[in-house]
């Protein structure tokens, strides 16, 4: 099974600095359609977590600019270019290229 | 709008049966792959089962094999999860996810699930 490994689990932000999250995989994620099965993914308190970016750095529909996503390897970085009050949340890192589908431990932004 | 919406968790004892539902709308439900995800506190976001477009294709966690099992009715637009045999374990929030191309592009609003004597 494919292990995904986040860091940190907890970062502190001050509002309009940047914020930076690391997963990491146990195996490589690459598809042989070239595309990199990782998304991130944000729940907000008392909500479903919604899909951020896809396939490592595409934003998803309704997404802001400040949120991307990049891949190096088997190492994956989510960035937050400034961060705002509405971005609190737990952030989960994932893997779609084989079942069992398998989650990071979440990473929780709070405002400092 | 696309939505999700579960139903069917509560109270069970162990040993217990419960069969949720997750009925779909705002897309073509029969062309979707679709999946079950649950979540605790303590385990955070764990897959548990998915489905193919037609029902032929089926997957399980380990942890549920044997116990659980996914179906659905596409002229229903309805996704299900039998769960058997339940443990004090398999207590936690239930959501169905629809897949595209091994992402979930929508999440439904979760149901409960709690198992206790």
């Known amino acids: 099974d494919i292990v995904m490994t986040q860091s940190p689990l907890s970062l502190p932000v001050t509002p309009g600095e940047a914020a930076s999250i690391s997963c990491r995989s146990s195996q490589s994620l690459l598809h042989s359609n070239g595309n990199y099965f990782f998304d991130w993914y944000l729940q907000k308190p008392g909500q479903s977590p919604q899909l951020l970016i896809y396939?490592?750095?595409n934003r998803a529909s309704g997404v802001p600019d400040r949120f991307s996503g990049s891949v190096s390897g088997t190492d994956f970085t989510l960035k937050i270019s400034r961060v705002e009050a509405e971005d609190v949340g737990v952030y989960y890192c994932?893997?779609?290229?084989?079942?069992?589908?398998?989650f990071g431990q979440g990473t929780k932004l709070e405002i400092k | 709008e696309v939505q999700l919406v579960e139903s069917g968790g509560g109270l069970v004892q162990p040993g217990g049966s419960l069969r949720l539902s997750c009925e779909a709308s705002?897309?073509?439900?029969?062309?979707?792959?679709m999946h079950w995800v649950r979540q605790t506190p303590g385990e955070g976001l764990v897959w548990v089962s998915r489905?193919?477009?037609?029902?032929?294709?089926?997957n399980y966690a380990d942890s549920v094999k044997g116990r659980f099992t996914i179906s659905r009715d596409n002229a229903k637009n309805t996704l299900y999860l039998q769960m058997n045999s339940l443990r004090a374990e398999d207590t936690a929030v239930y959501y169905c996810?629809?897949?595209?191309?091994?992402?979930?592009?929508?999440w439904g609003q979760g149901t409960l699930v709690t198992v206790s004597s």
């Open positions: 994932m893997q779609g290229l084989e079942t069992p589908y398998s």
């Open positions: 996810a629809r897949d595209v191309a091994g992402r979930y592009s929508a």
């Open positions: 705002g897309f073509t439900f029969s062309s979707y792959w």
């Open positions: 396939l490592g750095s």
């Open positions: 489905m193919d477009t037609d029902g032929r294709t089926t």
